[in-house]
């Protein structure tokens, strides 16, 4: 819980841009959650920084999302600050060529700004859900490129609010669904990104074919939270899940995608409990079957048991 003088500072550093008790099935890809204490959605930087600073104060939980894909948040919600950055939309061309986007930059407005400007190098990235400061954190890709790929630098808000700072490529420590090294508690904000000039064809190109290949492989159409496992090396978590013979299996309202395995989907009704039922039981069944142990991708937040 929120004390009423934290409540206060909050109210003053944002207006009816913080709310409490707020559910985060509205904030998160997979429409699961239950309440987070405050959901803050500071508009600049000066705003992000003064939220920061109160959650140091009165000793807060944060927890930073975006538009809340590789998220599954517990039925009993979440406790402090929620921070929500999808306000931060920034977006730019910069010499190199290069881009910059601000943590709540859309794939789909990344997408666009290079295909009109005939930017190579990010095609990548067209479809993959979320915003640039969860692509930055989770370095986000497909088989043959990764964020680790293109990004050039990293701008991170300090985690006692009191700062900025830029981390060069060399100094960010990219790993297989992952980025490590950053402060403890740091807000990443930004991302500088190097691409290179083509033609608005050959960029539109590649950036259908591949909307089309996502299209036909996994289940768009109803609520998921992206990928849920991490692909064991040299194999692929939806094959291996698709042989354990749960393709379709259900608890509640959440199941296992029949378009990819790898997949959960809200069908109606869905509550955190089913989803971590369904995830457990693809960890039993394809460990039991092949020996190997499925490693989440999907972030687990909030008071679970």
């Not at 409540?7 to 987070?36: H, N, W, Y």
């Not at 290069?98 to 794939?107: C, K, P, R, T």
């Not at 064809?201 to 036909?216: P, Y």
């Not at 496992?229 to 094959?239: C, I, L, V």
Request: charged residues 25%; proline residues 4%; glycine residues 12%.
């Amino acid at each position: 819980m929120i004390g009423e003088e934290a409540r206060k500072d909050l109210l003053d550093a944002l207006g009816d841009r913080v709310q409490f008790e707020a559910p985060m099935s509205r904030q998160t890809s997979l429409r699961i959650g239950g309440p987070a204490d405050a959901l803050a959605k500071p508009a600049t930087r000066d705003e992000l920084q003064a939220v920061l600073r109160i959650c140091r104060r009165y000793a807060l939980p944060q927890t930073l999302i975006g538009s809340g894909f590789n998220c599954l948040v517990a039925d009993k919600g979440i406790d402090g600050v929620v921070i929500n950055l999808r306000k931060f939309r920034e977006l730019q061309e910069r010499p190199g060529p290069a881009i910059y986007a601000e943590a709540g930059v859309s794939h789909s407005a990344i997408t666009r700004f290079c295909t009109d400007r005939g930017f190579t190098g990010m095609e990548f990235a067209a479809g993959i859900p979320g915003t640039v400061g969860g692509w930055i954190m989770m370095n986000a890709g497909i088989g043959v490129r990764e964020q680790k790929d293109v990004a050039l630098e990293v701008g991170i808000v300090s985690p006692d609010g009191t700062g900025e700072e830029s981390i060069g490529r060399s100094a960010l420590d990219f790993r297989y669904r992952e980025l490590r090294g950053l402060p403890d508690g740091a807000v990443v904000i930004s991302a500088l990104f190097g691409v290179e000039k083509s033609s608005k064809e050959a960029v539109k190109a590649e950036v259908d074919r591949l909307l089309a290949h996502r299209s036909s492989t996994q289940p768009l159409d109803v609520p998921s939270c992206g990928s849920v496992f991490r692909n064991p090396e040299g194999d692929f978590a939806g094959r291996l899940i698709e042989q354990a013979g749960l393709c379709g299996e259900r608890v509640g309202g959440a199941e296992i995608s029949t378009v990819h395995a790898n997949f959960i989907a809200n069908r109606g009704g869905a509550t955190a409990a089913d989803v971590l039922a369904l995830i457990g039981r693809a960890q039993s069944q394809v460990q039991e079957r092949f020996g190997i142990t499925l490693q989440r991708e999907v972030h687990v937040m909030g008071r679970t048991e």
